[in-house]
């Protein structure tokens, strides 16, 4: 079974919507790694979280990660083509870089 | 900037053929990977390496085999592939607790 479990498994919205990715974690992080992946290419790392309740931004995007360290949300703000892609979570569970992945979460933004 | 580059991009084998998928980074990255990506599996950690001359398994260890005899050099080999490695392989490198870096990928059809 996935030891990180992203939510939903595919989401579609009409340009301008926003959206939330959820990434969950039945233990406790050091540290929770967000990737964006376009098909067939590899995966660019959007953020990093590291300590409970701490929030990042970048241009319309945000990730949160909650006080006890074990669950994340990512958040698309008035969503557009460009966002299309794979969302994955990754976290690192021991402190020493060798990072678990969720699923994937597919989006598709129609313009 | 090169940063992490994987050779061959596509390869196509006949079971029971061997092949070696080739990492190398120019970032003095410590730490090195190899994951494989299916469809709704996400990423699953193949074999690391936290320095030069030495491998650790992940989870997925079985059927391959890597070696570390340079530092910006990881190389992954499939001794006798099967149709279950069929997959598209990532190399990805790190400094040590910092976020990962990813090659554009390598997808390989064992028939």
């Known amino acids: 079974s996935q030891e990180l479990e992203q939510s939903p498994q595919s989401l579609i919205v009409q340009e301008g919507k926003n959206l939330t990715i959820n990434c969950t974690s039945s233990?406790?992080?050091?540290?929770l790694y967000w990737y964006k992946q376009k098909y067939g290419e590899g995966l660019i790392f959007l953020m990093m979280?590291?300590?409970?309740?701490e929030e990042k931004s970048h241009e319309k995007i945000t990730a949160k990660l909650d006080e006890k360290k074990q669950q994340s949300s990512l958040h698309i703000t008035a969503s557009q083509p460009s966002h299309a892609g794979i969302y994955l979570c990754?976290?690192?569970?021991?402190?020493?870089?060798?990072?678990?992945f969720g699923q994937g979460t597919i989006l598709t933004v129609h313009p | 900037n090169a940063g992490v580059t994987q050779t061959p991009k596509f390869r196509v084998l006949k079971t029971g053929q061997s092949m070696t998928l080739l990492c190398a980074q120019d970032?003095?990255?410590?730490?090195m990977y190899w994951y494989r990506q299916d469809p709704g599996m996400g990423l699953r950690l193949i074999h690391y390496?936290?320095?030069?001359?030495?491998?650790a398994k992940g989870e997925v260890p079985d059927g391959y085999n890597v070696s570390r005899l340079k530092k910006q050099n990881f190389l992954l080999g499939l001794e006798s592939a099967a149709p279950s490695q069929t997959s598209v392989y990532f190399c990805?490198?790190?400094?040590?607790?910092?976020?990962?870096?990813f090659g554009s990928g390598t997808q390989l059809s064992v028939l």
């Open positions: 990805a490198s790190s400094y040590v607790g910092e976020k990962l870096f």
């Open positions: 233990k406790t992080l050091y540290g």
């Open positions: 979280l590291q300590k409970g309740g």
């Open positions: 990754g976290a690192d569970k021991t402190s020493y870089g060798k990072l678990t």
């Open positions: 970032m003095n990255h410590e730490y």
């Open positions: 390496s936290v320095g030069e001359g030495t491998t």
